[in-house]
T-cell receptor
Framework: QKEVEQNSGPLSVPEGAIASLNCTYS??????FFWYRQYSGKSPELIMS????GDKEDGRFTAQLNKASQYVSLLIRDSQPSDSATYLC??????????FGTGTSLTVIP | GAVVSQHPSRVICKSGTSVKIECRSL??????MFWYRQFPKKSLMLMAT?????????EQGVEKDKFLINHASLTLSTLTVTSAHPEDSSFYIC??????????FGPGTRLTVT
């Protein structure tokens, strides 16, 4: 079982819709969770971090964490074509190691 | 967010030569730095983890004699690709982190070996 799993997509949503990206992790003791955005040919950029159960909102982005279900998600409201990218879920485990998912490719269609 | 720089951003070298890539954390002291490589349309592949002043920990399958990592200070790590060959052509990305915090990525170095 991989440490962090994501649906590779591609996920396509129309402009203005909500994009929902999901991630599950295997280490129940993990405490830190991150979402990165990576445009083609560029390095990943941190967009959200979340540490406690519930929702965390930042602009159009909302991260949701459910430690009991070992599930973390990212919602992008009012999706824009500029949101088209690969989104990487990352988890910092109890051993202080980082694990990345393989990424979900998102395309926002104008 | 924190800033991590990488230099050079792009390098072309001849087969058999060595290339050094620098990674600097500009506004924080990084307890740990990571080196990744990424092939087109593929996911990040962790190569090694380095802590300041100690030897890097390499992932399985990564040759430590080929990919030399030095983490001389809390703000600088270098990756040297020795005796580069065309199959080493890739996008190399470093990242830096403070204890308990996020990883911040550098902009990456695109290496082409001819």
């Amino acid at each position: 079982q991989k440490e962090v799993e994501q649906n590779s997509g591609p996920l396509s949503v129309p402009e203005g819709a909500i994009a929902s990206l999901n991630c599950t992790y295997s280490d129940r003791g993990s405490q830190s969770f991150f979402w990165y955005r990576q445009y083609s040919g560029k390095s990943p950029e941190l967009i959200m971090s979340i540490y406690s159960n519930g929702d965390k909102e930042d602009g159009r982005f909302t991260a949701q964490l459910n430690k009991a279900s070992q599930y973390v998600s990212l919602l992008i409201r009012d999706s824009q074509p500029s949101d088209s990218a690969t989104y990487l879920c990352a988890v910092r485990s109890t051993g202080n190691q980082f694990y990345f998912g393989t990424g979900t490719s998102l395309t926002v269609i104008p | 967010g924190a800033v991590v720089s990488q230099h050079p951003s792009r390098v072309i070298c001849k087969s058999g030569t060595s290339v050094k890539i620098e990674c600097r954390s500009l506004d924080f002291q990084a307890t740990t730095m990571f080196w990744y490589r990424q092939f087109p349309k593929k996911s990040l592949m962790l190569m090694a983890t380095s802590n300041e002043g100690s030897k890097a920990t390499y992932e399985q399958g990564v040759e430590k004699d080929k990919f030399l990592i030095n983490h001389a200070s809390l703000t600088l790590s270098t990756l040297t690709v020795t005796s580069a060959h065309p199959e080493d052509s890739s996008f190399y990305i470093c990242s830096a982190t403070r204890e308990g915090y996020e990883q911040y990525f550098g902009p990456g170095t695109r290496l082409t070996v001819t």
